[in-house]
T-cell receptor
Framework: DVKVTQSSRYLVKRTGEKVFLECVQDMDHENMFWYRQDPGLGLRLIYFSYDVKMKEKGDIPEGYSVSREKKERFSLILESASTNQTSMYLC????????????FGPGTRLTVT | QKEVEQDPGPLSVPEGAIVSLNCTYSNSAFQYFMWYRQYSRKGPELLMYTYSSGNKEDGRFTAQVDKSSKYISLFIRDSQPSDSATYLCAMSAVSSASKIIFGSGTRLSIRP
């Protein structure tokens, strides 16, 4: 049973703080993804990684960075949190190849005040 | 124009009704079509998956793909209150297997 876990379900941070969101998957998937989900805007891809130490920008990478030092772990970093980064953040993982399901974590609800 | 368009709803129907959820898309390279269900305060989970055109049935759920119209549908028969959730369509092309494009989701509520 695939499991994707995220370090926090709810997080409250102040403007300007550096924020780390951690994601771990236990199925040896090559690909990992960070999305944010906002009402009316759906899931927007921030960054993804197809291998250790590899990363690619998604649709909205500004204000974010990522780190993938180990295959099972993918971190999202908000260098200087701003109120417009208040959102639900979802991590996902998926094997390489066509036709594979993408598995999501439970999400982290981040509030920046 | 977004690659995938989905009516956000909300959609509210009485228990037992047939529900139809739809998405349109613009990229003719899409070959894999999925429906994810997301309950409140949870991550999305895969509900249905189809390759290319045609229908696929799984219990009370039927997924339909019309590639000529670039239109996909999810039908829910005998809807139950437990079906209340946000439904996201998703699709990917064969050549970009690592990237799935999601619709914005339709919020569905089944009234007992």
């Amino acid at each position: 049973d695939v499991k994707v876990t995220q370090s926090s379900r709810y997080l409250v941070k102040r403007t300007g703080e550096k924020v780390f969101l951690e994601c771990v998957q236990d199925m040896d998937h090559e690909n990992m993804f960070w999305y944010r989900q906002d009402p009316g805007l759906g899931l927007r891809l921030i960054y993804f990684s197809y291998d250790v130490k590899m990363k690619e920008k998604g649709d909205i990478p500004e204000g974010y960075s990522v780190s993938r030092e180990k295959k099972e772990r993918f971190s999202l970093i908000l260098e200087s949190a701003s109120t417009n980064q208040t959102s639900m953040y979802l991590c996902a993982s998926r094997p390489t190849g066509v036709g594979y399901e993408q598995y999501f974590g439970p999400g982290t609800r981040l509030t920046v005040t | 124009q977004k690659e995938v368009e989905q009516d956000p709803g909300p959609l509210s129907v009485p228990e037992g009704a047939i529900v139809s959820l739809n998405c349109t898309y613009s990229n003719s390279a899409f070959q894999y079509f999925m429906w994810y269900r997301q309950y409140s305060r949870k991550g999305p989970e895969l509900l249905m998956y189809t390759y290319s055109s045609g229908n696929k049935e799984d219990g009370r759920f039927t997924a339909q793909v019309d590639k000529s119209s670039k239109y996909i549908s999810l039908f829910i028969r005998d809807s139950q209150p437990s079906d209340s959730a946000t439904y996201l369509c998703a699709m990917s092309a064969v050549s970009s297997a690592s990237k799935i494009i999601f619709g914005s989701g339709t919020r569905l509520s089944i009234r007992p």
